[in-house]
């Protein structure tokens, strides 16, 4: 118990000071380059990486790769999401100097939401393990839908969370500045930079629905789940920023992914039959899986979907 609560503590620390990091650093709006966006995206990926060998070093093989498999599948999922900040960007208008800001809240709201999430989804699965069917059959379909369905275009005026927000402020509709809210003639004003948040946020939680189940195919421990979920979030930003200079690598991942949900779902429902796939081969299917994506990608070119969102 007393490792644990060291891991516990590590973690903490870990977030907390490139927290602060973050928010010293990214005070006022500004244009994220390239370059930094690719030292902070592998600043978190060897922050994590170094996390899961404290996690070997202390709890043993197990747990270690336990956490290394569920901020793989976190993050390969986290991709397929940063595709649809993209297209809400550009749907709003909003500036690439202004996205950071943006982003660096929207994370932090995904955060509180993506701890709720795990806390009542591992109460509910430990309890009624008959979820593991559900979960497992809503992966299979997310994979199917995701490698051979259509995507749905964006209708933000069709999302609940704007609707209720247009309701109850009122908004201009040009964005001014780099605010959220400014208070003019004694009433609260909305700027579409809010509106861009709430769609953000409704849409992580989507994804959240997709990725949570996953892990639980992995494992069911509080701290892994919850630890490899908020390593993969925190390195979102700086990985949407690498992302969106290097579309065309990426026009074929979205088949990898659905290949790595498809072995999830069966995964799940080959544990409640009895079967249990190693975490080994697990790490080891869904990390050939993405790998193959991206010289597949360069191989074969952009899809129709991805050359959409170039040219949005």
Partial sequence: MTATYGLWLTFCLIM???????LGVNRTGRVVRMREAAGW???????ALLFGASIWWVRGPRPALEFLTGYLIEQSLSVDNLFVFIMVFALFGVKERLQARVLKW????????????ILVGTTLVRNMTWLFYLFGAILLYTAGKMAFGADAELEP?????????RRLLPMTRRIHGDWFFARRLGLWIASPLFMTLLVIESS??????????????ITLDPFIVLTSNLFAIMGLRSLFFLLANLMGMFA???????????????KMILMMLGLQIPIAWSLAVIATTLAASVPLSLLFGTTKDEAALETT
């Fill in 41 to 47: 995206s592998l600043a978190w990926l060897v922050l």
């Fill in 16 to 22: 907390l000071v490139m927290l602060a990091i973050d």
């Fill in 106 to 117: 929207g994370i932090l709201g995904a955060v509180v939401l993506r701890l709720v999430v």
């Fill in 204 to 217: 992580d939680l989507v994804f959240a629905m997709d990725s949570i189940p996953a892990i639980f195919a």
């Fill in 252 to 266: 074929w991942l979205k088949y990898g992914i659905a290949l790595v949900l498809a072995f999830v779902g069966v």
């Fill in 157 to 165: 005026d069709k999302n609940p969370l704007v609707r209720l927000a």
